[in-house]
C-alpha cells in the first residue's frame, strides 16, 4: 500500500493542521510517512502545499514525482489546479469550492470547476456551508479532512482518533466539533458517490 497526497491551500486554513492529523493517524496504524517541507506558511494568504507520502514500507524520498499524487486533497480550488501536472491518471482531487482570491486576475470559479472537470470524478466540496452545518465555519479544514478520508489509505477510527489527540487541550467541545465537521466531510463524499 502506498499513497502519495499533495495537500494545497493558502496560509491560514488550516493545511499544517490536515498534515498534522494525517500524520498521526499514520502513524497510529504502523505505517510510515515521510512529509516534505510545507512551503508558504509564513504568510496568511499565500500559497501552502506540503507532499505526504504514505505506505506500509520503506519510504525513500519525501517528494511525490510528477503524475503519481493519487490524491490532491486542497482547501481553495485555484490551488487545486496548481497541482495538476502531479495528479497519477487515475488519483483524485477533493477540493474545497471557495475561492480565496489573492491575487490579481483570478479567473472565474466556473472556468477553475470546468478545468477540475476534466480530471478523474473530482469532489467538490462547498467547505464552508458543511462547517457551519456543523458547528462552526472554522472547521472546513476539518470538512475536507472528512471528504478525503477513504482517499487516504487510513481507516477513519484512526484519523478521528488523531483529531481527538491533537485537539484534546482545547477541550471537549472543539473535539467534539472537529469530529463532527470529519463526519460531515465524509457523508457529502459517500452520498457524492452514490450519486455519480
Do not use: C, W
Not at 57 to 77: F, H, K, Q, W
Amino acid at each position: 500500500m502506498q499513497t502519495n497526497i499533495i495537500l494545497a491551500g493558502v496560509g491560514g486554513q488550516g493545511i499544517l493542521t490536515i498534515a498534522a492529523v494525517i500524520d498521526l493517524a499514520a502513524l497510529q496504524s504502523g505505517l510510515t510517512i515521510r512529509q516534505a517541507e510545507v512551503h508558504g506558511m509564513s504568510q496568511r494568504g499565500g500559497a501552502v502545499q506540503s507532499h505526504l507520502r504514505i505506505s506500509d514500507r520503506e519510504i525513500y524520498s519525501d517528494l511525490i514525482a510528477e503524475g503519481t499524487a493519487n490524491l490532491i486533497l486542497s482547501v481553495e480550488p485555484l490551488e487545486a489546479l496548481r497541482y495538476l501536472p502531479f495528479l497519477a491518471t487515475e488519483g483524485r482531487i477533493v477540493t474545497s469550492t471557495e475561492s480565496f482570491i489573492n491575487m490579481e486576475g483570478y479567473p472565474a470559479i466556473e472556468e477553475i470547476i470546468n478545468e477540475l472537470h476534466r480530471t478523474n470524478q473530482p469532489v467538490l466540496v462547498n467547505a464552508a456551508e458543511l462547517a457551519r452545518k456543523a458547528g462552526s465555519p472554522r472547521t472546513s479544514n476539518m470538512v475536507m479532512l472528512g471528504a478525503a478520508a477513504s482517499l487516504t489509505g487510513i481507516v477513519p477510527e484512526k484519523i478521528e482518533s488523531s483529531i481527538e489527540q491533537l485537539f484534546r487541550a482545547k477541550g471537549a467541545d472543539i473535539v467534539a466539533m472537529n469530529i463532527r465537521a470529519f463526519r460531515t466531510g465524509e457523508a457529502f463524499f459517500h452520498h457524492q458517490a452514490t450519486v455519480s
